[in-house]
């Protein structure tokens, strides 16, 4: 027997649920993310080459931004009750720029629950403090079977 589609494992999680995480997106964290990851485009890092451009400034990695919502999806796991990981981002875009010193709020919202599946579907949107948006994207979480 399959339970509601509005609830999940344990009732802890319904569709609607959101979470919310807000930062502001310093140098320190674009050198970082460049860094880590070895991306040390001119865009990011290279302020002459950006002051030229149609930007006027250094933009944040689009990827370093889909990462701030990782914060907010673990808080939606916990409120499941259960296990669960990251099983992917679909339809990920990057609409507007994150330039540095913009604050930027991940608004995580649950919108569907398989049950069968035991996966959750979840609409992402980062947002800056002008409350122009940035970043959508969908995310799936996977919630994992108890081990005895």
Do not use: W
């Amino acid at each position: 027997m399959t339970e509601s589609p509005q609830r999940t494992h344990a009732g802890g999680l319904c569709a609607g649920d959101t979470a919310t995480f807000t930062k502001t997106v310093g140098e320190y964290d674009v050198y970082g993310f460049a860094g880590i990851t070895g991306d040390f485009a001119p865009n990011h890092i290279d302020r002459s080459y950006m002051e030229a451009g149609s930007y006027g400034e250094r933009i944040a990695h689009g990827v370093l931004i889909l990462g701030l919502s990782s914060t907010a999806s673990t808080e939606i796991a916990a409120r499941a009750g259960r296990r669960a990981v990251s099983y992917g981002y679909d339809r990920v875009r990057f609409v507007a720029p994150v330039f540095i010193g913009d604050t930027v709020t991940i608004t995580y919202t649950v919108d569907t629950i398989d049950e069968n599946a035991e996966k959750s579907y979840s609409s992402v949107v980062a947002t800056n403090q002008r409350g122009e948006t940035c970043m959508v994207a969908t995310h799936v979480m996977k919630f994992l079977p108890d081990t005895a």
